[in-house]
């Protein structure tokens, strides 16, 4: 199960998760990883996409605490749903709905949480951080951090892609 933040502006629009360019990208490091994404559950911790205008854009605004707890009940609703054998919180704002406490994602990705929401929990880069990054060399570095962060998940999970011979 991987838990984003909350839906970006193409996602709100579609009314489903990751399907703009972090989905993209957080579709291609799932295939790299190994990782077919028909086998895994995907949602966000806030369902809705708080943003600002600008001119004719929708800017994404980061989430508040008060925003992350409203939306608590689906997230609880949807773990006990799922019962995921591996749980991927992407980005800071999934790792504080899940965990209840505030969890700097930074430059370290991979961090490995012991919980009773699933017997493996990993907090990992948003795609979307890695869009963000500064410099070419920077999103490479972020990006191979996501998927060697994946593919962690592939060899505790069971969603790997069938691999035919």
């Not at 991987?2 to 579709?27: I, K, T």
């Not at 790792?95 to 209840?100: I, N, R, T």
Request: some cysteine; overall charge positive.
């Amino acid at each position: 199960m991987f838990v984003g933040e909350q839906p970006g502006d193409q996602e709100d629009l579609a009314g489903q998760p990751f399907v703009g360019p972090a989905g993209a990208m957080l579709d291609r490091a799932l295939g790299e990883a190994g990782i077919d994404r028909s086998r895994v559950y995907v949602t966000n911790a806030v369902k809705h996409f708080k943003w600002r205008p600008q001119g004719k854009r929708r800017l994404h605004e980061k989430p508040n605490a008060s925003e992350i707890r409203a939306c608590l009940p689906w997230l609880q609703a949807e773990l006990a749903l799922v019962r995921p054998r591996v749980l991927i919180l992407l980005g800071a704002t999934a790792a504080q709905a899940a965990l209840g406490k505030v969890t700097r994602i930074g430059e370290t990705p991979g961090n490995v949480v012991i919980s009773e929401l699933a017997p493996h929990v990993l907090v990992t880069l948003h795609p979307s951080a890695i869009l963000r990054s500064e410099t070419p060399g920077a999103r490479e570095a972020r990006y191979r951090r996501l998927v060697e962060d994946l593919a962690w998940a592939a060899r505790h999970g069971d969603a790997r892609a069938a691999r035919t011979s």
